[in-house]
């Protein structure tokens, strides 16, 4: 029987750095499964970047499920800004049977003007966030706890500095 894989769940705001920070530390027998990759590959020119919004979900969902179920180790990246985007995701791998041998949350804890200068270097980009949906989703974003039913929080901070903040 294969062990499980661990889930890692990537919370922070566009331009946290959440995307660069994770091609830096994952590793071979690690699979970033980017929420953003499969909606992209999705969107036809013209469309609206909603506008495959369950399909893409549904995609993210079954690509972690199949790795984890594997016993590949997984990082969510996606924004995860509060509880119910967390629930969501947890609730909707449990439906599909699956259960990481650990579930830890990698949040972002990056002022909202560096947040704002790092997302202008994507202007010319599909990842570019307009900046009043930026500030509104800073303002929005909860830091996860344990309570939601992770193992272990880590938290990055701006220079990509990173810290247990809450674990077993």
Known sequence: MIR???LYVICGTPGSGKSTFL???ANDNEKIISRDEIRFSLLKPGEDYFSHEKQVYTNFLN??????KNGV????????????SRFKLLHGLHNKGCR??????????????????RNEYRK???AYVPRE??????GAYVFPHKYEGFNYIWEVNEEGDVELMEGE
């Open 100 to 117: 990481p041998t650990e579930i830890n949350a990698i949040y972002f804890n990056v002022p909202v003007n560096t947040c704002l200068e």
């Open 73 to 84: 180790n997984v990082y969510a990246d996606a924004t995860h800004l509060n509880e119910k």
């Open 4 to 6: 499980p894989g661990i």
């Open 23 to 25: 091609k830096e530390i």
């Open 124 to 126: 010319e980009t599909k």
């Open 133 to 138: 949906e930026v500030m509104k989703m800073y």
């Open 63 to 68: 690509a972690i499920a199949l790795n984890i």
